[in-house]
């Protein structure tokens, strides 16, 4: 259990580092990671599985990934907003010292 708690918070750790390649990761392990809690509460709430710390510990388990996903999902898109072409400058105009020439 400490895995799925501790590994999506260092992989949020290494995006607020500003590793950007782990914004995308985040996203992919949160979307898997949520996608298998909901089954497993889904599972639990039908009535067969076995209640409990299981319920608990998905819970707390899904609502981890699915901040994964939002945090991660930021981070990429602000990656993407500040990987863009900078804007280039218009040229200087001339000096007035090269104009005063005959």
């Given amino acids: 259990m400490l895995y799925l708690l501790a590994f999506p918070i260092a ?3 290494l995006v607020w580092m500003g590793w950007a390649w782990t914004a995308m990761v ?3 392990y949160g979307t898997v990671g949520l996608a298998l809690d909901l089954s497993t509460v889904t599972t639990i709430l ?4 076995e209640t409990g710390t299981l319920f608990l510990f998905s819970a707390m388990s899904g609502i981890v990934n699915f901040s994964l996903i939002l945090f991660g ?5 602000h990656a993407l907003q500040g990987t863009a072409l900078p804007v280039s400058r218009p040229p200087s ?9 005959p």
């Fill in 11 to 13: 992989l949020a750790g």
């Fill in 26 to 28: 985040c996203v992919m």
């Fill in 46 to 49: 039908g009535g067969q599985g």
């Fill in 73 to 77: 999902g930021r981070a990429f898109f």
């Fill in 93 to 101: 105009p001339p000096s007035p010292s090269s104009s005063a020439r």
